[in-house]
Nanobody
């Protein structure tokens, strides 16, 4: 089993930046595709970004392209989400997730507890 712990959330003004971190347990971190999801009140949970095991492939939701960047450090069992030019609509609980599937993942097997990101206008 894999345990995921997010950190780095907080309150920031529109136009600002945040970096979220996800620390993972386990010995085979590079075999997992990693992703960040977000869930805002009254909205469906959505996949925001994803990265394959060795970082060759990435996915970005259209709403965050050009503003968010996902990266990973397999030596440290860590995945990051760099968020720039933040907007109020980015406000949500952000979750780190891991997939044992191929590529960027379809089914996510492990989830973190979430970290709150609030963007003020």
């Amino acid at each position: 089993q894999v345990q995921l712990v997010e950190s780095g959330g907080g309150l920031v003004q529109a136009g600002g930046s945040l970096r979220l971190c996800c620390a993972a347990s386990g010995r085979t971190f590079s075999s997992y595709a990693m992703a960040w999801f977000r869930h805002a009140p009254g909205k469906e949970r959505e996949r925001v970004v994803a990265i394959s095991g060795y970082g060759v492939y990435t996915y970005y939701a259209s709403s965050v392209k050009g503003r968010f960047t996902i990266s990973r450090d397999n030596a440290k069992n860590t995945v990051f989400l760099h968020m720039n030019s933040l907007k109020p609509e980015d406000t949500a609980v952000y979750y780190c997730a891991a997939s044992k599937g191929a590529g960027l993942g379809v089914i996510y097997d492990y989830w973190g507890q979430g970290t709150q990101v609030t963007i003020s206008s």
